[in-house]
Each structure stands twice: as structure tokens, then as C-alpha cells.
């Protein structure tokens, strides 16, 4: 079966660094996004790795590596607006997007 | 770029109406939406995929018959929620992909409440 794991729920300092991470097992593996969804909202697109490494884009990184079916997403200077819920996608073999169950990130002050 | 509008924003239904909700690409042209409906504090649930021009393709479970998908064009699909039940009360979330290739990311609607009472 296809799975995609991340942590249910994290808390981190305004101000301080934060890395979310996903392994995933899917059928196939074209790609994996990160999203931002704040309650109430649709998510937003944040990243996209097909290739292992680390991408940087601005506060925001994201790391794949493909043979440990392991990314993070790793958030920088902390700010109460970055408190949102972030997901995981995997495209699989038939380009169909596999997603996370979310991990809700608290900022406190 | 790549925004995609969704009307309405929210709505309220009685029981046995329909209800029809619109997804608009804006800025680019999308061979392909996405339907999702999502319950509070859960993640995303894929309901139907379709192809402009092309019946969708429904996930496992979801009804077809009740869950009416049309993508007439490559910047309008619409989703109708027939006879609606109060367990149909979700927040509905549309996304629209473009059709270069290699370009895999999905741009998602503002979404929709349903409240059926």
C-alpha cells in the first residue's frame, strides 16, 4: 500500500528553526511537495523536490533523498504567521498526488 | 500567476437540494482538476480527478451519481452535490494543474463550505 508519514503536531519558538519531516512508500515516485494550509483555507504551494538535496527558498528548505524515502521541510526565523498545518505529497507512478495527514505547527512567543 | 478562483465560498442548503460549485483557472489553462473534500483537523480526501473534455474519474467510495463532475473547458470544471444530506457537510476544495509537461503542481481554489441543514 501507499503511505506517507509525518508528525501529527509540533511546537516551536518564535524566532527558532523548525524541520518537519515525511518518509514516505508509494508505488512509484515522481516528486514530492510540501504545502502550507492555514485553517480555514486551501493549501499553498510551497515546494517541490525530485531530486535529492536540499532546496532553499528563502525561510523555507526542502530536503529530499530518494533511496531513505526521506524529506523535511525546514522553516527558519519562526514567525506567528508561520503557524499553519504542513503537508506532504508524493506524486506517484501514475502522477497522482499521495498526501500526508498534515502536521499542525504551534509558534509560540 | 496560477491562481484559481472557487464560487461560491461558502454556502447553506436544505436537505434534498443541489448544490453547485464552480472552479476557475484564471491565469493558465487546466487539462486537469482535482476535487478533494475535507473534514475538520483531517487532511485532504481526493474525490475525483478529471481531464477537460472527458468524464472523471472517481476515488473509491465516492459516489458518482451524487458527486456530478463536468470539466467543460480548460478553465471552468464544476462539482454539483445532488440531494444533499447533512452528512455532505465538508469543506470542498478545488485544483487545477497545467497541462506542460514536466509542470506537476497543483494550484488550489479558496474552497468552499458546505453547510446542509
Known amino acids: 500500500g501507499q503511505n506517507i508519514d509525518q508528525p501529527t503536531e509540533m511546537t516551536a519558538t518564535e524566532g527558532a528553526i523548525v524541520q518537519i519531516n515525511c518518509t514516505y512508500q508509494t508505488s512509484g515516485f515522481n516528486g514530492l511537495f510540501w504545502y502550507q494550509q492555514h485553517a480555514g483555507e486551501a493549501p499553498t504551494f510551497l515546494s517541490y523536490?525530485?531530486l535529492d538535496g536540499l532546496e532553499e527558498k528563502g525561510r523555507f528548505s526542502s530536503f529530499l533523498s530518494r533511496s531513505k524515502g526521506y524529506s523535511y521541510l525546514l522553516l527558519k526565523e519562526l514567525q506567528m504567521k508561520d503557524s499553519a498545518s504542513y503537508l506532504c505529497a508524493v506524486l506517484d507512478s501514475n502522477y497522482q498526488l499521495i498526501w500526508g495527514a498534515g502536521t499542525k505547527l504551534i509558534i509560540k512567543p | 500567476g496560477a491562481v484559481v478562483s472557487q464560487h461560491p465560498s461558502w454556502v447553506i442548503c436544505k436537505s434534498g437540494t443541489s448544490v453547485k460549485i464552480e472552479c476557475r483557472s484564471l491565469?493558465?489553462?487546466?487539462?486537469?482538476m482535482f476535487w478533494y473534500r475535507q473534514f475538520p483537523k483531517q487532511s485532504l480526501m481526493l474525490m475525483a480527478t478529471?481531464?477537460?473534455?472527458?468524464?472523471?474519474?472517481?476515488e473509491q467510495g465516492v459516489e458518482k451519481d451524487k458527486f456530478l463532475i463536468n470539466h467543460a473547458s480548460l478553465t471552468l470544471s464544476t462539482l454539483t452535490v445532488t440531494s444533499a444530506h447533512p452528512e455532505d457537510s465538508s469543506f470542498y476544495i478545488c485544483?487545477?494543474?497545467?497541462?506542460?509537461?514536466?509542470?506537476?503542481?497543483?494550484?488550489f481554489g479558496p474552497g468552499t463550505r458546505l453547510t446542509v441543514t
Open positions: 478529471s481531464n477537460e473534455g472527458s468524464k472523471a474519474t472517481y
Open positions: 523536490n525530485v
Open positions: 485544483s487545477a494543474r497545467e497541462g506542460r509537461e514536466g509542470v506537476y503542481e497543483q494550484y
Open positions: 491565469d493558465f489553462q487546466a487539462t486537469t
